[in-house]
């Protein structure tokens, strides 16, 4: 997950019905089954956070998330999920079934990291636990975990099935497969009430705005040839850096907030030798997809400009390829998803924020379904990064807040 800006939360629900939310979270909080998957929380954190180690260890680069997919299949099977398995692409997917069949309460968090096989080196350090991906998604996947085996040690049943999703595909090229391929399955995609998706560390963030994002690759190709003898042949590397100038000249508004990045430039194999093609990927944001279409038709009219304009343009060609593209979208005023974790959040004395984050929940949210991404619990710092790190204090506190959640979405049976 990446978060964008930080509002404090603003109260706009119906008061009668956030009244009767709350009534019912604290009736909840107080069934002796619910207290029971409380203390097991307390009282398995060891095993939590030694879980936790365990899959993070686990190798899962974009798109070779398949052994840490298997390695969480077994956990699930563990947990006694039902029709625990893989799907094609490697997502798995495990069933707690409900008094009715459907719609389900789909509770997710992603496999996949941004790092190699070669980086992973998972430690513990005092009461730190150290490690690339060990918070981004290594507490999200155990926290899944921790749900799944803490409703079964407890025998909580609840009214709606609750499908749980290990998701390949978040992380940069991933490009939300994972979660895509899930909602595109005709098994689930007409029947989810709603999704809540475990992400990182922390226990107070809440993502309800979805960052959209559409990620290119552009390239502009000649003939080439020597530096003296050649000269004048039109240079891709010159017209790629006239584009660029232009790019990073477009008024781009604050709100909504819209983002312009090139973030890779290649080009050329010798000083002495006029490239033969040069390229960049360049990513586009914004919380309103029209600006993205606006940003991204300025982008096409400038290289078509520049293309046209070089010298002897008819050797030139330009190529731009999508590499990426997340929808935004919001979710909607009044969501009873947002009205549930607002009064569990008073329950359990959380003071909540709202976030703005690129996340599985993307998917959902431009498909019209509610859907909220939350922290997992602990602290966590330098995600993305080598020196990734994450502490479990209070971990118990983030557990009980996505239960809760979950019951007073699925309704609980007594
Ligand atoms: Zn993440």
Request: charged share 20%.
């Amino acid at each position: 997950m990446s978060s964008h800006g930080q509002v404090e939360l603003i109260n706009d629900f119906g008061a009668s019905g956030q009244r009767q939310t709350r009534k019912e979270v604290a009736r909840l909080a107080g069934v002796k089954h619910v207290h029971k998957a409380f203390n097991w929380f307390e009282s398995h954190e060891r095993e939590i956070a030694d879980r936790q180690l365990e899959v993070t260890a686990i190798p899962a680069p974009p798109f070779r998330e398949r052994q840490r997919s298997e390695w969480m299949l077994g956990k699930f099977v563990e947990c006694g999920l039902q029709q625990a398995h893989m799907d094609d692409v490697s997502n798995v997917i495990g069933l707690l079934p409900g008094t009715v069949q459907e719609p389900y309460v789909l509770i997710s968090a992603h496999v996949d990291t941004v790092f190699s096989e070669t980086q992973l080196d998972v430690r513990r350090d005092g009461e730190r636990l150290v490690g690339p991906g060990i918070a981004d998604n290594g507490a999200g996947l155990v926290a899944l975990l921790a749900i799944a085996g803490a409703m079964q040690a407890a025998g909580i049943k609840t009214r709606l099935p609750l499908l749980f999703l290990a998701n390949v595909g978040e992380e940069g090229e991933g490009n939300l497969r994972g979660i895509r391929h899930f909602f595109e399955d005709p098994r689930w995609s007409t029947r989810i009430h709603c999704m809540l998706a475990l992400d990182g560390a922390g226990t107070d963030t809440i993502v309800t705005e979805a960052l959209g994002s559409r990620r290119f690759e552009v390239s502009i190709s000649g003939p080439g040839g020597h530096s003296w003898s050649d000269f004048g042949t039109p240079n891709p590397i010159v017209l790629l850096a006239s584009v660029i100038e232009r790019l990073s000249r477009i008024d781009l508004p604050d709100n909504p907030k819209t983002t312009v990045n090139v973030g890779i430039i290649e080009g050329g194999t010798s000083v002495n030798a006029i490239p033969e093609s040069a390229l960049m990927r360049v990513d586009l944001r914004s919380t309103n997809p029209a600006r993205i279409a606006a940003i991204e038709a300025q982008l096409l009219a400038i290289l078509k400009e520049v293309v046209e304009g070089a010298v002897n343009s008819f050797a030139v060609q330009s190529r731009v390829r999508v590499i990426g593209d997340r929808p935004a979208a919001e979710l909607t005023q009044g969501a009873f998803i947002l009205e549930a974790l607002r009064a569990v959040d008073s329950q359990l004395g959380i003071k909540s924020h709202v976030h703005c984050a690129s996340t599985d929940a993307n998917i959902p949210l431009s498909l019209g379904v509610q859907a909220l991404a939350i922290g997992a619990g602990g602290t966590g710092a330098r995600a993305h990064t080598l020196q990734e790190w994450f502490i479990a204090r209070e971990r118990a506190v983030a557990l009980k807040r996505i239960l809760l959640t979950v019951l007073t979405v699925a309704g609980l049976t007594e």
